[in-house]
């Protein structure tokens, strides 16, 4: 049934190896999250790769950027300030993360 998945690819998420290519539409572009202002000002970022990847078993759907162009757009136009669980486990000396 799933002889179509892309083969040595595996969920970025969960780590099926159920993976199938496809595209994001006409899209294309990534919008860091910005303040409202900045966001008027703000241009996206080009998806580098035409095919995107989307994870059968969780929904997880990602494509890449360049690097390089990420970094030049947020010294360009900032970033909205923000707080993640990730960026929380980071900064915490001592997560809360139990195994």
């Avoid at 690819?9 to 159920?18: D, P």
């Avoid at 360049?66 to 000396?93: F, Q």
């Amino acid at each position: 049934m799933f002889n179509q998945t892309v083969r040595g690819l595996y969920c970025l998420r969960c780590g099926s190896r159920k993976v199938v290519r496809g595209t994001l539409g006409e899209s294309a572009r990534f919008y860091p999250l910005r303040s409202a202002l900045r966001a008027l000002m703000g241009k996206p970022v080009f998806l580098q790769n035409e095919h995107a990847h989307a994870c059968l078993d969780c929904g997880l759907t990602w494509n890449e950027v360049s690097p390089h162009e990420l970094r030049k757009n947020l010294r360009d136009y900032g970033l909205v300030k923000h707080s993640t669980v990730v960026m929380e486990a980071v900064r915490n000396p001592k997560p809360d993360i139990k195994l």
